[in-house]
């Protein structure tokens, strides 16, 4: 009998959007079970951002996702120790997530974990990331704000 294959990804997942679901769905075609880590809060507050949402709703929101066998939270400090627990077979990088596959893997091996690093692609799409979605509902708030005051204006 073959054996499942373990695929670890991680990520904020702060807004969830297109570019999350996929980066998960590439994640879970690499293997059988796919395993999604979510970052902590303080680690989302000292790498990005304060989180829009917070980390256990976050965690909730991920694992209902159809890909995903299971999403749990993230260690606070040394991300090795997370991927210790999980032992995965493969870990699936976001195509913008700051690490480089070959330091990941040559300290997973010191660690006694025999994982392979991939690397996955971009979604190109209009609202593909957080940030743009930020961006794109400000710049929406701001016009019907502009909107609304050259109505007022008119009507005096």
Not at 57 to 81: F, M, N, Q, S, T
Not at 113 to 128: C, Q
């Amino acid at each position: 009998m073959a054996q499942m294959v373990r695929v670890m990804a991680s990520g904020v997942f702060d807004i969830l959007h297109l570019g999350h679901l996929h980066y998960l769905r590439q994640a879970k075609e690499l293997g059988d079970d796919l395993v999604v880590v979510v970052a902590r809060d303080s680690t989302v507050r000292r790498m990005k951002h304060d989180p829009v949402t917070p980390e256990d709703k976050r965690r909730d929101l991920v694992e209902a996702l159809k890909p995903v066998d299971e999403a749990i939270l993230g260690h606070e400090g040394d991300i090795y120790k997370t991927v210790e627990e999980v032992n995965p077979d493969i870990i699936a990088l976001g195509w913008d997530q700051p690490f480089e596959p070959g330091e990941i893997e040559a300290e997973c091996r010191k660690r006694g974990i025999d994982a392979k690093v991939v690397r996955l692609e971009k979604l190109e799409g209009d609202l593909d990331g957080t940030t743009k979605i930020i961006n794109k509902v400000i710049s929406m708030w701001n016009f019907q704000q502009r909107m609304k005051r050259i109505e007022d204006a008119g009507e005096e």
